[in-house]
């Protein structure tokens, strides 16, 4: 199940919010159990997996706080057995077969990736490592950490939530009334993104990426790019969004996890900007633990080089996703090295130009089938030769104004224009009393996306799931 479908929207959503709401004193119960359901209706007995998950970190936390005798071995096993689930449903395949050149089996051929496992298992690890570290209490309620770590609004697509984030929430939350309407108002805007936005992108980049690249003319081959930085850029942002909005709504306050990347003028400000959840994950749970900055330039290299690997690591189970995150280590070195030096004499316009240059060739490797289907396309921007499929018929009336808008709403021009009743994904002073026509006009706002939004789901429009790669 996934927020962009008629039976979340119409079904599992009103239902859980009437319980949710009619039952105060049974709030953590209530999002348990819809979570658990919620994951069951998508991934059915795998969901044995998750509840492995939950009772692995649950008891290797009760071991691991300061204080307790032993707790360093306890650690290391809690991290050994979260990463050997996650290594084996999701990597060993890859390893045995392109990695090691084992004989197939069906031990490594035929294992299901349990969707959303990236997310739930690194939410784990980190509720352990904070825990350790006396960064969050442990947690003595096994059904409160099964709450954080199955909470349905952010476990399949991100944010990646930390435990010392939601741990008070968990305990006594307050709902108010400006929080479901901004919550309300992210939800509206990140289904928009999500089904107005990134799915016609999608049509038109798995389209493209679908013809063999030799039968594509140079424009459709970048088409193809171009559509598909969109539809990722949005998919994930809209995800992100309902996320939060989903969160607000129920009284949690998760993480930014987007800024605008598209408006970056350097790859290092890029990834300050685009998913945040992750790059704060492992810079704070790989990158300074091995020494960060701290060691010397070269053991720097070194560290950024192993965060990027891992980075593409954790996308997917291939050789593409390994050089996309390499690719972007590449340029992040290189800027440390000096040349975000370079890049500050430069126009602004040529920074952002450069960075979109960047990211747009990541981005085929990232959407290609395997490595080499990602050095056909990539080549076949540069073969300026007529024959092969036009942009023309890729494209239709529809496909041009979201793609136009697309261009607009990936910078933050509208939300400059609007601010004040379309909040920001942040919490502070964006929350202060606005007069009520901004609110009607927030609600107006939030339910005509909703309204389009859900006519264009049961019309039944092309809709991709992205997150089933990771």
Partial sequence: M??????????????????????????????????????????????????ASIAINYVSGLFVAPGVKGRGPALAIG???????????????????????????????????????????????????????????????????AAYIAMFPQLIAGPIVRFSTVANDLRRRVIRLKHVYYGLLF?????????????????????????????????????????????????????SAMA???????????????????????????????????????????????????????????NLFLIFLLTGVWHGASWNFIVWGLWHGFFIIIERFGFSKVLEKMWIGLRVAYTL????????????????????????????????ASVWEFLDNETLIVLAMS??????????????FIAPPAYGAWMKRNPMWKYGLGVALAAILIIVSSVKILAGTYSPFIYFRF
Avoid at 5 to 14: D, K
Avoid at 128 to 134: K, N
Avoid at 274 to 290: E, G, V
Avoid at 360 to 388: C, K, N, P, V
Wanted: hydrophobic share 50%; net charge neutral; charged share 15%.
């Fill in 407 to 420: 261009f607009v709403l990936s910078t933050p021009v509208v939300l400059w224009a609007s601010r004040g």
């Fill in 79 to 145: 991290l050994t057995l979260n990463v050997a689930m996650l290594v084996y449903y999701k990597y060993i395949g890859f390893l045995a077969q392109d990695v090691f050149q084992l004989p197939a089996n069906d031990w490594t051929t035929d294992v299901h990736l349990p969707i959303g496992i990236s997310f739930f298992t690194f939410q784990g690890m980190s509720y352990l490592i904070d825990v350790y570290r006396g960064n969050a209490r442990k947690e003595m309620s096994p059904f409160r950490l």
């Fill in 357 to 388: 240059i960047i990211a747009y060739i990541g981005w085929i490797f990232f959407r290609a089938e395997d490595l080499t289907h990602g050095l056909q396309m990539l080549a076949r921007h540069f073969a300026f030769s007529e024959g092969g």
């Fill in 244 to 302: 939060i909005g989903l969160g607000l709504i129920l009284g949690f306050k998760f993480p930014r996890n987007f800024n605008f990347p598209y408006i970056s003028q350097s790859i290092t400000e890029f990834w300050r900007r685009w998913h945040l959840s992750l790059s704060t994950w492992f810079r704070d749970y790989c990158y300074i633990p091995l020494g960060g900055n701290r060691l010397g330039p070269s053991k720097t290299y070194r």
């Fill in 187 to 239: 939800f509206a805007v990140g289904l928009a993104e999500k089904v107005i936005l990134a799915d016609t992108m999608a049509k038109v980049a798995d389209a493209i990426y679908g013809r063999a690249p030799d039968e594509l003319q140079a424009s459709t081959a970048f088409l193809g790019g171009l559509t598909y930085s969109f539809q990722i850029f949005f998919d994930f942002s809209g995800y």
């Fill in 2 to 51: 996934v927020f962009s479908s008629v039976e979340f929207l119409f079904l599992f959503l009103p239902v859980f919010l009437i319980f949710y709401i009619a039952l105060p004193a049974l709030r953590n119960i209530t999002l348990l159990a819809f979570s658990l359901l919620f994951y069951f209706v998508g991934e059915g007995y795998f969901l044995a997996v998750m509840l």
